[in-house]
């Protein structure tokens, strides 16, 4: 029997972020900025700052105590990451430098392995550039074509608005978990359920889905899974790719060099397997040691807590700032992360966003990296204001009224 | 160099400006102003919003547009955001109505010792850093060809 989500206890876990209690422009700071990146835990710079002191060596390599150890604490976040997602084996989880870096990886040896003049890739029009670039220049390099399937007004895009989209000719459908400008989250289940029966593989963007959800790579049966550590409270520079081992065999590498190879000989050299394949070079070991702190750390906390704690901020901030006059929220999808894009008519989000700053409050304004988004509703940007678990309805409820000082200044 | 009479120099403006600032007790008084200014600023005529007249910044969207009479070189300027719009409009004036040698040899400093030098961070992304440059810029191709 499943128990019913606890009330975090948030004095405490805001504690055991050091940041929280940072004063900016003479206020406390309200951090809501976390779709950007997110905080991190004592734990995790611990973790860092420990393996700095005490570890610090390169891995796979070395026959002294030291290097094994290393290699020891890399492959233990190995491990933890393939629990974490609850993968099949820890051959199928990657390290590569984050979302972006995953990315470009798939696309490239995804595209030698099997995009041909004339096939297609399915993207949707709400994927952030990391997840529309990539494919947009895959297509133009390979002479396929990219299609991209709209949302509605709300923001959101269901299983069959893919289905209706799939040919003979499509490869590849690369698509957001949860989308980082309207917050919809996607049917990504169905939409691999539909994909596989056409024999499509699916590449699924989770940086923004997996931060407040508990995600599970065997039930969602999808082919990749993409997301950074820095958005899941761990450190930048370091991020995930995973891929059903089926297809991480088949697939070539993206760089080549040291760490990845099995023999190199003057005129041939053979290659390793599958994730080392794909870790060419000394990897961010440090970054993973502290990527897997960070996943220890939403183990402990309980996905169902945090999900329940930023649920009831959200909906408290969702119903302030709708009842703010004139104010726009952009996209309005049933089920979303806790973020919230707006805009007011007839001002620009910069000078918002420049005033709440003045307040302390950290948004991000602009067009979040997703300009078809932008230019789908016409507007020049948004300010975005992006929860975690660590922020309360005070902090909700701080924004709601520098939104209405800004307002005030500005009108 | 000598001023007529009347026309405050670079140094002189800036002085104004800050002094101006001193007087206010908290932030919002300050962007009280910055945007009062911007809303003041005349709009850009649309036919000197060209492609080229335009300094992009990440988020807000500036032009700029330079004339010379008489040897002295006069700015206008335009941003779609308010803020942006009043520290432009402070900038234009400081600058506008100067021979391109004293533009060139005088340091902006005001922006500084009014508590704003955020706005001119490389990272701030409002277009006004870039901004400074061009009209630098300008005065050094029209001090070449005087």
Redesign the interface.
């Known amino acids: 029997m499943e128990t019913s989500p606890a009330t975090l206890a948030i004095d405490q876990v805001r504690s055991e972020f050091p940041i929280l209690s940072e004063m900016i ?1 003479g206020q406390r700071l309200v951090y809501l900025d976390n779709a950007a990146t997110s905080q991190k835990p004592m734990a995790v710079i611990d973790a860092i700052s420990n393996y700095y002191k005490h570890s610090n060596s390169n891995v796979h390599r070395g026959v002294h105590s030291l290097s094994q150890t290393a290699t020891s604490l890399f492959e233990e976040a190995r491990e933890q990451t393939k629990e974490f997602i609850s993968a099949s084996s820890t051959d199928e989880i990657v390290f590569t430098k984050g979302t972006t870096d995953s990315v470009n990886l798939v696309a490239h040896s995804l595209g030698e392995l099997m995009i041909e003049k004339g096939d297609e890739i399915i993207i949707t029009l709400m994927e952030h550039h990391s997840n529309f670039v990539p494919w947009q220049h895959l297509a133009k390099h390979r002479g396929a074509k990219l299609t991209i399937v709209p949302f509605d007004v709300n923001g959101e895009l269901s299983p069959e608005d893919i289905a209706k989209t799939i040919n003979k000719k499509t490869k590849v459908i690369a698509i957001t978990h949860a989308s980082n400008t309207l917050g919809s989250v996607l049917d990504i289940k169905r939409i691999c359920e539909i994909a596989h029966e056409k024999d499509v593989v699916v590449v699924v963007d989770g940086a923004q889905y997996i931060p407040h959800r508990k995600v599970d790579v065997t039930a969602l049966d999808c082919d990749f899974y993409i997301f950074s550590a820095h958005k899941l409270f761990g450190p930048t520079g370091i991020g995930v790719l995973y891929g059903k081992k089926s297809l991480l065999d088949r697939l070539p590498p993206y760089q080549t060099g040291g760490g990845m190879i099995s023999e190199v000989g003057l005129d041939e050299t053979t290659f390793g397997r599958t994730p080392q394949l794909f870790e060419a070079g000394t990897p961010n070991i440090a970054g993973a040691i502290g990527m897997s702190q960070a996943m220890k750390y939403l183990n402990d906390l309980g996905y169902a807590n945090l999900e329940n704690q930023e649920n009831r901020v959200f909906e408290y901030a969702l119903n302030k700032l709708g009842s703010i006059d004139k104010l726009r929220i952009i996209g309005n999808p049933v089920d979303r992360v806790p973020l919230i894009s707006f805009v007011v008519d007839g ?5 918002i966003g ?2 709440l700053d ?1 307040m302390g409050i950290a948004v991000r ?2 067009h979040h990296c997703t300009q078809p988004i932008m230019q789908h509703y016409d507007i ?2 948004t300010v975005r204001a992006s929860f975690a678990f660590y922020n309360t309805e005070e902090e909700a409820h701080i924004l709601y009224e520098g939104i209405i ?1 800004s307002l005030k ?2 009108s | 160099m000598t001023l007529e009479k009347g026309d405050a120099g670079i140094v002189v403006k800036q002085e104004e400006f800050v002094e101006q600032f001193s007087m206010f007790e908290d ?2 008084d300050k ?2 102003y910055i ?1 009062s200014l911007g809303k003041l600023l005349k709009p850009l005529s649309d036919r000197y919003k060209t492609d080229d007249n335009i300094i992009k910044g ?3 969207k500036v032009w700029l547009h330079a004339e010379i009479h008489d040897g002295k070189l006069y700015f206008t300027a335009d941003s ?5 719009k009043g520290l432009i409009s402070m900038i234009v004036s400081v600058f506008s109505g100067h021979q391109p040698d004293e533009i060139l040899s005088t340091d902006l400093t005001f922006i500084d010792k009014i508590g704003l030098t955020e706005h001119l961070s490389p990272t701030r ?2 277009g006004l850093l870039s901004m400074v440059k061009q009209i630098k810029f300008y005065a050094l191709a029209y001090s070449a060809k005087a």
């Open positions: 422009n001002v620009h989000p910069f000078d420049s005033l003045q304004t602009g020049p940007g000082k200044l500005l | 932030w919002s962007y009280e945007i990440c988020q807000s779609d955001a308010i803020i942006t992304s409002n």
